[in-house]
């Protein structure tokens, strides 16, 4: 579709795997850090003249 | 396609003299060359409007949305996808239907055909092999196998998959369809090269939705692009809200599209839209073995939890 593999991530943590959760938003965001800011779906206000 | 038609006229003269439907949904000739549209026949008289010829290509399951009476309908092998997948959705039942099956030769591509016309074209008329497009000055010929829309010509199911009688013998299917080279093409572009492939294909979209409009599973009494509470997706023409049209509507055909082509055909602009419901047929396919619409009995895959489903993207 266009978005870098990596920015979107898909995880099916249960509420008892507290560090399940942890160590996949740690990872997430290493991930998406090394990526970048996203500059694709931003949209932009309108430029007025 | 005469034949088709003169049959075509007299099985719906016959279920309306008999009662056995209260409507026949068929084509009748467009306003326009290349632009047949459908008509639901009410009396025997009617009949004589229906015509067949290889610009049918509106899916006619379109029209069975949630509809109460007892309907006759003619189907190609895309448009007895879409009833088979109507009757699975709830959409309309079994009963209320007489599909009469129009095994199917393609349909025509009308863009293209106008594209390659010198001018504007007034008449099409087609033979057993031919379509002979007409206009002010000029006079063109065509192989009708070299101007068929492009998903007609990669369709393996031409004949229609459900049917109370047919309109003629069936046709033979092709055998060796490659029917995912261009999705194969986008999957080999790198995430920019998609990127900006699909800002390019989307570029002159107007948003007008006939693309959706034209589309048999596009039956939600709301479409979340016209929601306002919440508001899914903006309703600008900023390239952003395109592609998140595009995309979720492709999603929301996942599982379900035949690749009949209604929407291609439908696009005022010509954009190809399909390539998106194409590449969820592709992994439909692929990963769960699943064509939609030829079984009343299989439970389409969105539908079903299977315990070896894939899922080495959930980590
Ligand atoms: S998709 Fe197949 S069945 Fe439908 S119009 Fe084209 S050739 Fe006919
Ligand atoms: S029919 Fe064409 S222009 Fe209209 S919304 Fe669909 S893709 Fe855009």
Redesign the pocket.
Known sequence: MGIEPGRLQFSWISSAEATKFVEVAQAVTETVKALGPNTHFVKHEAKVA | MRAYTEKIREIARRLLEACTVERVLGFRRGSVPMMNAPCFVKTPAEAANLVWDSNCGINLANYLTSRSEKIGIFAKGCDSRNIVTHIIENKIRREQLVIIGVPCHGMIDRHRIAAMADGEIREVVEDENNIIVQGDGFKKVHNRHDVLQANCAVCTHRNPVIYDELVADLVEEPGDVDRYRDVREIEALSAEGKWDFFDDL?H?????????NACPLCYCPTCFVDESRPQWVGKSQDPVD?RT??FLRAYHCAGRCTDCGA?ER????G?N?RVFTKKLEKDCLEKFGWEAGLSLEARPPLDAYRPDDPDDFIR
């Open positions: 989307l002159d979209c107007i948003r007008c939705y006939a693309c959706r395109v049209f595009h929407c439908a696009c005022p602009v954009i839209m």
